[in-house]
């Protein structure tokens, strides 16, 4: 997995707190680049569930 990519994913908290809309935007970047094709992809990346990464995406992000 590319550098970029965890360091993406580990600058999504702020105070100890997750960032749903930074978490969700760099999640939508990282599809956009074609580094993974689709959610459940990401999902099987990141090691989460595809349910953990659909709560992401609807709490955060542009709306």
Known sequence: MPRLFIRVINKTKLK?????DKLAISYQHI?????V???AE???????S????????????PN
């Open 31 to 35: 599809i956009d680049a074609g580094i």
């Open 50 to 61: 595809r349910t953990w990464i659909t709560k992401v995406f609807q709490r955060g992000g």
């Open 16 to 20: 100890g707190r997750i960032n749903y």
């Open 37 to 39: 094709k689709n959610r």
């Open 42 to 48: 990401l999902a099987r990346h990141l090691g989460k």
